[in-house]
């Protein structure tokens, strides 16, 4: 898989229209951002549509359930041949295991580490201890000792994952807001610039890309800012 620094996340409010919704971007080198609420209104043939206008998939379905039942769901996702799909760490080694022995063609299986909507209250709610820098690093070794291709998690504990993990560990991003963006629902937030510097291998972005009045030219401004914080180190 080329190595894809961005991906556009597109969420149902598209329905039908996802496909010409990118369009814009085509030629830039972005992927697109499959969630759980387009994929469920659209169906699968929504990732066979992106593959076709040339974009990287990641198929972001978050599964999380016992090892055999993610093992198949997991068989079934890379029928469709994305580039990336996604299970929740907090499912277990067993469950993580099951998803990397389960993985075929090329696509790459990574683990959700916390949400980038939740904090320590959050983490507090379902029993955890740990603050979110913690969870975050506790959970991507485990996707990496469970045979797994990277991890999600906010730009803010990219840098602990980072030095946690082998190189070539992938560390995607969402929680990323260029500085004049409003954060929306997002807690632990970014810039582009600062995630790639803190040790993300990608970014996903959304509205300040899809809401904007000229997708591409706020695409393009994100994908220089990535290459200038790679120049920099």
């Known amino acids: 898989m080329q190595e894809t620094r961005l991906f556009v996340a597109l969420t149902s409010e ?76 907090s499912g277990g080694r067993a469950m993580m295991e099951a998803a990397a022995a389960a993985r075929t063609g090329s696509t790459k299986v990574i683990a959700v580490t916390v949400l980038t909507s939740m904090d320590a209250g959050d983490l ?17 070794r485990a996707a990496e000792d469970s045979g797994l291709d990277g991890v999600v998690c906010s730009p803010r504990e990219a840098g602990s994952v980072r030095s946690a993990t082998n190189e070539g560990f992938l560390i995607v991003t969402p929680g990323i807001r260029p500085a ?25 972005v959304g509205r300040p890309i899809t809401g904007a009045p000229d997708p591409a030219s706020a695409a393009g401004a994100i994908l220089s800012e990535i290459e200038g914080a790679l120049k920099r180190g």
């Open 14 to 89: 598209w329905g039908t229209e996802a496909a010409k919704a990118v369009e814009p971007l085509r030629g830039l080198p972005v992927g697109v951002k499959v969630g759980l609420e387009l994929f469920v209104r659209e169906g699968p043939g929504i990732v066979a549509d992106f593959r076709e206008q040339g974009f990287p998939v990641f198929l972001d379905l978050k599964f999380h359930d016992i090892p055999f039942t993610v093992a198949g769901a997991v068989r079934s996702a890379c029928a469709l041949e994305p580039d990336i799909i996604n299970v929740h760490a």
């Open 124 to 140: 507090k709610l379902i029993g955890s201890t740990l603050e979110p820098l913690d969870a975050v690093t506790a959970l991507a």
């Open 180 to 204: 004049a963006s409003e954060a929306g629902d997002q807690k632990r937030i970014m810039t582009p610039a600062m995630a790639i510097r803190n040790g993300a291998t990608a970014l996903v």
